[in-house]
């Protein structure tokens, strides 16, 4: 069965660093999107992405944020300076479509532990 | 703007006992409800999903949740846990956005022999 991946598993930084996380979605998927969960808190959403584009963020999603689909499978994250208070799971997701009234199941990544010291 | 309300953070419970994870939601719009499954150093699987119709959904593993609109609730009940049920249950809303899922803080599940 397809699935989403993500790398690495586990990422450790220090503050002011630039990260960027790695995601392969589903192959025949059209929208991607990133969310993350602060320990002990809830899943956040922060961004979707489709054609080429970010169709819409959240007010977590500043400058120091940005995604990219370099190439036809991958979709990244990246963080250019980050700071403690970025720790926290980042899990990616796909879709088939993500058009207003047309839900199709988003399909989760295992996530990527991002530890900031 | 939607929001999620998980009322417990924590339910225990033993094997072979029904449960009810409890879910409410606001929304000035109409909502698109989930229930998702977190294992242990896992994803976020779908277990059920309301989009339309029948207000009982059922979903994988035995779960089933009733939509109440007059209630704005979504509770997740099983009649019957297994140990292998242990894990973090989110519900989620989406609502007029594209995909875009609001997330409750979650429920550990702790099913005990």
């Known amino acids: 069965e397809p699935e989403v991946t993500q790398t690495p598993s586990h990422q450790v930084t220090q503050m002011g660093q630039e990260v960027i996380l790695r995601c392969v979605p589903i192959?025949?998927?059209?929208?991607f999107y990133w969310y993350r969960q602060i320990l002990g808190q809830k899943v956040e959403f922060l961004v979707s992405?489709?054609?080429?584009?970010?169709?819409?963020k959240s007010e977590i999603f500043d400058d120091q944020f940005s995604v990219e689909r370099p190439d036809g499978s991958n979709f990244t994250l990246k963080i250019r300076s980050t700071k403690l208070e970025d720790s926290a799971m980042y899990f990616c997701?796909?879709?088939?479509?993500?058009?207003?009234?047309?839900?199709?199941?988003?399909?989760f990544g295992p996530g990527t532990r991002l530890t900031v010291t | 703007a939607q929001s999620v309300t998980q009322l417990d953070s924590q339910v225990p419970v033993f094997e072979e006992a029904p449960v009810e994870l409890r879910c409410n939601y606001s929304?000035?719009?109409?909502?698109?409800l989930f229930w998702y499954v977190q294992y242990p150093n896992q994803g976020l699987q779908l277990l059920l999903k309301?989009?339309?119709?029948?207000?009982l959904v059922k979903g994988i593993n035995g779960f089933e949740a009733e939509f109440n609109k007059s209630q704005t609730s979504f509770h997740l009940r099983k009649p019957s846990v297994h140990i292998s049920d242990t894990a973090e249950y989110f519900c989620?809303?989406?609502?007029?956005?594209?995909?875009?899922?609001?997330f409750g803080a979650g429920t550990r599940l702790a099913v005990h022999p």
């Open positions: 997701a796909s879709s088939e479509t993500g058009l207003a009234g047309l839900f199709h199941e988003q399909y």
């Open positions: 992405f489709y054609n080429n584009e970010i169709s819409e």
């Open positions: 309301y989009l339309s119709g029948s207000t």
């Open positions: 989620a809303v989406e609502a007029g956005g594209y995909n875009k899922l609001i």
């Open positions: 929304s000035s719009v109409s909502v698109y």
């Open positions: 192959s025949n998927h059209l929208y």
